[in-house]
Each structure stands twice: as C-alpha cells, then as structure tokens.
C-alpha cells in the first residue's frame, strides 16, 4: 500500500502539464547540440579522466562510472568514440544492456570545470585486437571496447556542480575550452564564445536557485 497515497494526486502525468511547470528555453539552449564531435568537444573528452556511461536493458537501466587517466576515452573519428572497459566487479550491467538495446549516453567531466560534455549515441562491443592493444595500459588489454557512433553532443551549463561545490578549490585547466568555446562551437557560432562566458555563465552563478 502507497505510504502517502494523497501525494499521488500531485504526480505529473502529461508533457502539457511537465511543460507548463517550466519557462520556455531560449531558442539557443534548444538548438546548441550538433551531431559531431569537433575540435572543441574533443578537446574537452581529451582532458577528461571521469564519465558516467547510461544504459538500458532487458535488467532497467544503468548508470556505471568509468574513469581512467584523462584521453581514455579515445576519438577515432568526428562521429566514433571508443572506451575501453576497464577492470571492475564483472557485473556487466552496462555491457549486457548494449546487447539489448545500443543506445547509450555518456557524461563528461574534467576537474576543475563547471560545464559537463554530454554525448549520446549507439555502442557495440568489439574485441578487436587493434583497439584492445591501443587502449591498453602498460601491459594490462581492455577485456572488450565499446565502439560507439554519436548521434548527439552538447555542453551542459554549470549549475548542477555549482550548486554541489563539487571544483570549489579547483579552476579550470590550462588548455580545456571555455563553456563558451563549446556552445559557440555547438551553435556553429550562432552564441559566441564571449557572450556566454561573460554573461551567461555568470548569470548561472548568480541565479542557481
């Protein structure tokens, strides 16, 4: 039996009435991602040691952090990423979920960094011996690789790690884009770089609530 079954009669239970909680986003926040990852995003991934990988499966869904020095997830091409699965519990949530269902999500973090890179699209499992000795660790060979094409890439604004202080002693590394060199990027210059970085991201700072 539901412990509080009256709070139901406040649940959500149509995208009008999600909608009509929330102001309408800016044109920009509705068409700031691009289907590649370009000179920017790459640069970000570079720089990044942390990513939490989202599945689903026949199991529900999954959310498996996967982490390693900064590059480890690796740019074939504008369109192909590759991760290599690392040791870990052998639960295989993550792995068995793509064998179900190849839509996959990732989010980037590099310490330091109030935005995040998020990256959506489909993954495979490969063995290739190639990728396995490109993406080892001294001598230590991924198991498999998760080959995935993206679909979808945009930067997400800083809130959320604001909010936690998750970077509060630290600033953004020598040599990772700006928020702003993202989204212009993202944008194909429709928001320049100095107009989020100088008034939209501390228009997030100062409103966070």
């Not at 020095?69 to 699965?85: H, I, Q, S, W, Y």
């Not at 094409?149 to 590394?173: F, G, H, I, K, N």
């Amino acid at each position: 039996m539901d412990a509080n079954p009256t709070a139901r009669s406040f649940d959500v239970t149509t995208p009008e009435a999600l909608a009509a909680l929330y102001p309408v986003p800016s044109a920009i926040v509705l068409s700031k991602a691009t289907d590649r990852i370009e000179g920017r995003s790459a640069a970000f991934i570079a720089r990044s040691p942390f990513c939490v990988l989202s599945t689903i499966g026949a199991r529900g869904p999954h959310a498996t952090p996967r982490g390693d020095a900064p590059g480890f997830v690796t740019l074939l091409d504008e369109k192909t990423l590759v991760l290599p699965d690392r040791r870990g519990n052998n639960r295989l949530d993550a792995l068995r979920d793509v064998l179900d269902d190849p839509r996959v999500a990732l989010l980037f973090l590099v310490p330091g960094m109030g935005e995040t890179l998020r990256v959506h699209g489909t993954a495979r499992i490969t063995t290739d011996p190639e990728l396995r000795e490109r993406l080892a660790m001294g001598r230590a060979k991924p198991a498999s690789v998760l080959v995935i094409s993206v679909t979808e890439v945009y930067m997400q604004c800083p809130r959320a790690l604001l909010r936690a202080e998750l970077w509060s002693d630290r600033t953004r590394p020598e040599g990772v884009p700006t928020g702003g060199e993202l989204i212009a990027e993202h944008t194909k210059g429709r928001m320049p770089a100095e107009d989020y970085d100088n008034v939209t991201a501390p228009n997030c700072a100062a409103n966070l609530y």
